[in-house]
């Protein structure tokens, strides 16, 4: 996959509900997703998968042991990402609170009906779940690992000033941030 498809996946996902709550600081995190791709060659065709990641505890990271990323059980197309991503850290610095990502047991089926419905639909039903840490994110077929890890990234990117202030309250990092 080359970085015009990372470019078009990441530029493509949107996220439909998001989680209630953010991750957590001292803990592992379970989150809940709904993925929602369009079908490549049929506008009437939806692809939907359901599983869940673990993110576990923020860890603060040097800049040097960014690039040790991990990103279990993932494809080629999502490691490739986290190695571009580990490439360009100064564009994320957001991550170098450090994250591990796990993709566990996916659920995937396929609705013939357009995007939008089915995202409505699905939308609907998580609602009705009431689980504070599920959401509905819509992206592309091609690439829907992207999608799926530029979620995570910015749930991460939200959580982080809370975690940081949290983490300074408790004292693990002194007044500028640093350990």
């Not at 564009?91 to 566990?104: E, I, M, S, V």
Request: hydrophobic share 40%; glycine share 8%.
């Amino acid at each position: 996959m080359n970085e015009d498809s990372f470019q078009f996946a990441v530029e493509n996902t949107r996220l439909v509900l998001p989680p209630q709550r953010r991750l957590e600081t001292f803990g592992t995190t379970m989150v809940n997703y709904y993925l929602v791709t369009e079908g490549m060659d049929n506008v009437a065709l939806s692809h939907v998968r359901e599983g869940r990641i673990e993110a576990e505890k923020p860890q603060i990271l040097s800049p040097h042991h960014f690039s040790k990323l991990l990103v279990e059980g993932f494809g080629e197309k999502a490691e490739a990402y986290a190695a571009f991503i580990s490439e360009n850290a100064h564009r994320f610095a957001f991550l170098r609170h450090g994250f591990r990502f796990r993709k566990n047991e996916i659920r995937s089926y396929e609705v013939h009906e357009p995007l939008e419905t089915v995202l409505g639909r699905v939308r609907d039903e998580v609602k009705a779940k009431d689980d504070a840490m599920s959401a509905v994110v819509a992206g592309v077929e091609d690439g829907w690992e992207v999608c799926l890890l530029k979620f995570m990234i910015d749930l991460i990117h939200t959580s982080a000033p809370w975690q940081m202030e949290e983490m300074r309250r408790r004292g693990f990092l002194g007044e500028g941030g640093q350990q």
